[in-house]
């Protein structure tokens, strides 16, 4: 099975692929793999959907990983220190606005450089309309419906190809960094190497100047549905509970010097293996993502159980049932229930039999608690061992997600980050803080509605 159709659907409705590149995309049976499946004719440099993977294997998961995040974690710092935010409490109409306004941007820049914010200082903004404007297009609503958010992505088209065009004109080999990834034009070497004589953008048919816009605007839109308003969630979550608040805090200064703290210089190894975060991270994503396993039945017919899904069937899956599966998902005898955030959910503490991910079958024998020192039972491990199958933020199977590394770095950076240099308090009300069902099936969900929240910041910090 494979994936095709959906970007295929994705590619012309949300992105405004132009007919001829869309071609190139239905044309290609190649397959997802390095040898194309027994049978294909498509030539080896029209092997889009594979040679697209690969290139975006190589920049979240190979050697572009590690200057990727840093670049991104440097502009995000960079963004919140620059915010008129002093030791006075000063109130802002939205947090998920005040997350897309300074994590997109420094996102954005992280891959494609700085030259496209300069040269369109509102593309952040931009970007966030129409982020919130997707339900439509995803409907596949014309034009005359929806002008707006036609008016929106056209100009978020246009900003593109004047980077591409300026970048083209400016580039030159000698600016790229000693690291071999970066430059000013470009931004990285994944998108530098879709532009160049033996790129993607260049031998593949029928790819011309506003098809490599509709696929650089999908990959920056892929690269931020998920990952702001998960960040955001998870950073909300932890200032709306004093508690946990102070336990970040603590597990904060018991893994970092003083000097790290002030300047939220983490290790990101450190950072990432921290149990109370990544519980934080994994719940939050629990909770908050609602998406579609989409596969395609493109070569033969599937059966699953008594399921019969004829050739060339669309199947879509949400992982929302699995994700608040109330039989499987540990509620600790209800005290937690699977609609709530719970920060410790995925925590397995060594004094209780009963912590830990996953209920215990009624019948199951309780094992009796850890005879470990005193010491040691207050030290929780993060776990998801046993939830294969039943967590599935990033999907599965060949297309599981590829930026997932870098995306749990980034959201347990973003909410370190930001209980170290500030305080925050949460001025929305119960129904604001809703899941807004509008966004259901597209990944990470926006609240229902603004979030207004005031924030000062910590005394001796940034």
Same mark, same amino acid.
């Not at 004094?351 to 005879?371: L, M």
């Given at each position: 099975?494979?994936?095709?159709?959906?970007?295929?659907?994705?590619?012309?409705? #949300?992105?405004?692929?132009?007919?001829? +590149?869309?071609?190139?995309?239905?044309?290609?049976?190649?397959?997802?793999?390095?040898?194309?499946?027994?049978?294909?004719?498509?030539?080896?440099?029209?092997?889009?959907?594979?040679?697209?993977?690969?290139?975006?294997?190589?920049?979240?998961?190979?050697?572009?990983?590690?200057?990727?995040?840093?670049?991104?974690?440097?502009?995000?710092?960079?963004?919140?220190? /620059?915010?008129?935010?002093?030791?006075?409490?000063?109130?802002?109409?939205?947090?998920?606005?005040?997350?897309?306004?300074?994590?997109?941007?420094? $996102?954005?820049?992280? @891959?494609?450089?700085?030259?496209? #914010?300069?040269?369109?200082?509102?593309?952040?903004?931009?970007?966030?309309?129409?982020?919130?404007?997707?339900?439509?297009? $995803?409907?596949?609503?014309?034009?005359?419906?929806?002008?707006?958010?036609?008016?929106?992505?056209?100009?978020?088209?246009?900003?593109?190809?004047?980077?591409?065009?300026?970048?083209?004109?400016?580039?030159?080999?000698?600016?790229?960094?000693?690291?071999?990834?970066?430059?000013?034009?470009?931004?990285?070497?994944?998108? =530098?190497?879709?532009?160049?004589?033996?790129?993607?953008?260049?031998?593949?048919?029928?790819?011309?100047?506003? &098809?490599?816009? +509709?696929?650089?605007?999908?990959? !920056?839109?892929?690269?931020?549905?998920?990952?702001?308003?998960?960040?955001?969630?998870?950073?909300?979550?932890?200032?709306?509970?004093?508690?946990?608040?102070?336990?970040?805090?603590?597990?904060?200064?018991?893994?970092?010097?003083?000097?790290?703290?002030?300047?939220?210089?983490? /290790?990101?190894?450190? $950072?990432?293996?921290?149990?109370?975060?990544?519980?934080?991270?994994?719940?939050? $994503?629990?909770?908050? !993502?609602?998406?579609?396993? &989409?596969?395609?039945?493109?070569?033969?017919?599937?059966?699953?159980?008594?399921? +019969?899904?004829?050739?060339?069937? !669309?199947?879509?899956?949400?992982?929302?049932?699995?994700?608040?599966?109330?039989?499987?998902?540990?509620?600790?005898?209800?005290?937690?229930?699977?609609?709530?955030?719970?920060?410790?959910?995925?925590?397995?503490?060594?004094?209780?039999?009963?912590?830990?991910? @996953?209920? =215990?079958?009624?019948?199951?024998?309780?094992?009796?608690?850890?005879?470990?020192?005193?010491? +040691?039972?207050?030290?929780?491990?993060?776990?998801?061992?046993?939830?294969?199958?039943?967590?599935?933020?990033?999907? %599965? %199977?060949?297309?599981?997600?590829?930026?997932?590394?870098?995306?749990?770095?980034?959201?347990? &950076?973003?909410?370190?980050?930001?209980?170290?240099?500030?305080?925050?308090? *949460?001025?929305?009300?119960?129904?604001?803080?809703?899941?807004?069902?509008?966004?259901?099936?597209?990944?990470?969900?926006?609240?229902?509605?603004?979030?207004?929240?005031? !924030?000062?910041? =910590?005394?001796?910090? *940034?």
């Amino acid at each position: 099975m494979t994936g095709t159709p959906l970007h295929l659907f994705c590619l012309k409705y #949300l992105f405004g692929m132009p007919p001829e +590149a869309l071609n190139m995309y239905e044309s290609d049976d190649s397959g997802l793999g390095a040898q194309p499946v027994p049978g294909s004719q498509v030539a080896p440099h029209n092997r889009i959907d594979y040679r697209t993977h690969a290139g975006l294997l190589k920049f979240t998961n190979g050697t572009g990983f590690e200057g990727f995040y840093e670049r991104w974690v440097t502009g995000y710092k960079k963004r919140l220190r /620059s915010l008129d935010i002093g030791d006075e409490w000063v109130e802002m109409p939205d947090f998920m606005g005040f997350f897309g306004d300074n994590f997109t941007s420094a $996102l954005i820049e992280s @891959i494609c450089g700085p030259t496209l #914010l300069r040269l369109n200082p509102n593309f952040a903004r931009d970007f966030s309309k129409y982020d919130l404007a997707m339900p439509g297009l $995803l409907k596949g609503l014309p034009r005359w419906m929806i002008p707006r958010t036609y008016r929106t992505r056209d100009k978020l088209l246009s900003s593109i190809r004047q980077w591409h065009s300026f970048a083209r004109e400016q580039f030159d080999k000698s600016l790229i960094d000693q690291d071999g990834d970066t430059d000013p034009y470009w931004g990285s070497a994944f998108i =530098r190497e879709r532009q160049g004589p033996d790129g993607i953008f260049t031998t593949v048919g029928n790819f011309n100047h506003d &098809a490599r816009a +509709a696929s650089d605007l999908g990959f !920056i839109w892929a690269a931020n549905t998920n990952l702001v308003p998960s960040a955001m969630w998870s950073t909300l979550e932890i200032f709306k509970d004093s508690s946990l608040l102070s336990r970040t805090r603590a597990e904060l200064e018991k893994s970092f010097s003083s000097a790290a703290l002030s300047d939220a210089h983490f /290790s990101s190894q450190t $950072l990432v293996g921290l149990p109370l975060f990544q519980s934080i991270y994994a719940e939050t $994503l629990r909770l908050r !993502i609602r998406a579609y396993a &989409a596969r395609y039945t493109d070569r033969s017919e599937l059966q699953i159980n008594e399921w +019969a899904f004829p050739k060339k069937s !669309i199947i879509l899956v949400s992982t929302t049932p699995a994700h608040m599966d109330s039989t499987f998902w540990n509620t600790k005898n209800g005290d937690h229930p699977i609609d709530t955030f719970w920060a410790d959910r995925f925590l397995i503490y060594p004094n209780d039999p009963s912590s830990g991910p @996953i209920k =215990r079958k009624a019948t199951e024998e309780v094992p009796p608690p850890s005879s470990s020192p005193p010491n +040691a039972l207050n030290t929780p491990k993060f776990s998801l061992s046993g939830t294969n199958g039943v967590w599935l933020p990033y999907g %599965g %199977g060949p297309r599981v997600c590829i930026g997932r590394a870098f995306s749990k770095r980034a959201i347990i &950076a973003a909410s370190a980050i930001m209980v170290t240099w500030f305080e925050v308090e *949460i001025l929305a009300d119960v129904k604001a803080l809703g899941m807004d069902p509008k966004f259901y099936g597209l990944g990470g969900q926006q609240p229902m509605g603004k979030v207004p929240f005031r !924030i000062r910041k =910590r005394k001796g910090m *940034i």
